[in-house]
């Protein structure tokens, strides 16, 4: 399937958060780039979110798709994906890409979620919307449209990072200021999320909440691995609702 592009109106983002990634948007598949991180952990939270919902056959949108790391990899699966953002550049970087490697059933369209919960409710298997609820005004907006957007009994899986004091240290003054693993000022401390709003936000929206897992990391030797910490970075899968 020929990757696409569309443009809709922008409702719930900060042109900030939006200039930051799109400045950025020529080194998204650059491994040893700003984005290596998210190179690094996506074995990981793919095979979390297969695991719990196998890929194959299914129809997938990845919510604040940027370059298309994760949209790539889970078409790759098998499911029909379309990944959407707010930026228009790292979407033409998405796209070229799943061009030049000819991923199949593979498409992107610049839209919000909301605008597109509006014109598409219920008509997913699976949702993903991971390390964007931190970057959005209104989180509790994103977690709603994600589950009108997802089919009754579907899939939606969220990754975040914790608000505490060891987040603060640990992912923004060690790895945006020390280790230099993401850029300056990537996260803001305030929008950062407690697994207990989120809970909140999914709650309110008719999504039950299924699995948390946390990411760690060893800056000495490279390696990410999954496990019950949640204090920093972390992932939820959630079902919508059958009735």
Not at 62 to 72: A, E, F, Q, R
Not at 190 to 208: F, M, T, V, W, Y
Request: proline share 6%.
């Amino acid at each position: 399937m020929t990757p696409s592009l569309a443009t809709d109106l922008v409702l719930n983002a900060d042109p900030a958060e939006l200039a930051k990634f799109s400045d950025l948007a020529h080194r998204w598949w650059d491994p040893q780039s700003e984005f290596r991180p998210l190179h690094q952990i996506n074995p990981l939270r793919l095979e979390w979110i297969q695991a719990q919902a196998p890929l194959a056959g299914q129809r997938v949108l990845d919510i604040g798709c940027g370059g298309g790391i994760l949209s790539d990899s889970m078409a790759r699966k098998g499911a029909q994906v379309l990944g959407i953002d707010l930026s228009s550049k790292a979407l033409k970087v998405a796209q070229l890409h799943a061009l030049e490697a000819q991923t199949p059933n593979l498409r992107f369209r610049e839209v919000s979620a909301e605008a597109l919960a509006a014109e598409q409710p219920g008509q997913f298997d699976i949702v993903t919307c991971m390390e964007m609820l931190e970057h959005v005004p209104d989180p509790a907006s994103v977690v709603r449209s994600c589950a009108s957007l997802v089919k009754p009994g579907g899939w939606v899986f969220f990754s975040t990072l914790n608000r505490n004091a060891r987040s603060f240290l640990l992912a923004i003054v060690g790895a945006e200021y020390l280790l230099n693993m993401l850029p300056r000022g990537t996260h803001e401390f305030s929008k950062l999320i407690r697994p207990s709003e989120l809970a909140g936000h999914c709650r309110a929206a008719g999504l039950d909440w299924q699995q948390t897992r946390g990411l760690s990391h060893n800056p000495l030797t490279g390696r990410y691995w999954l496990n019950a910490d949640t204090s920093v970075n972390y992932m939820v899968s959630t079902r919508r609702a059958l009735s």
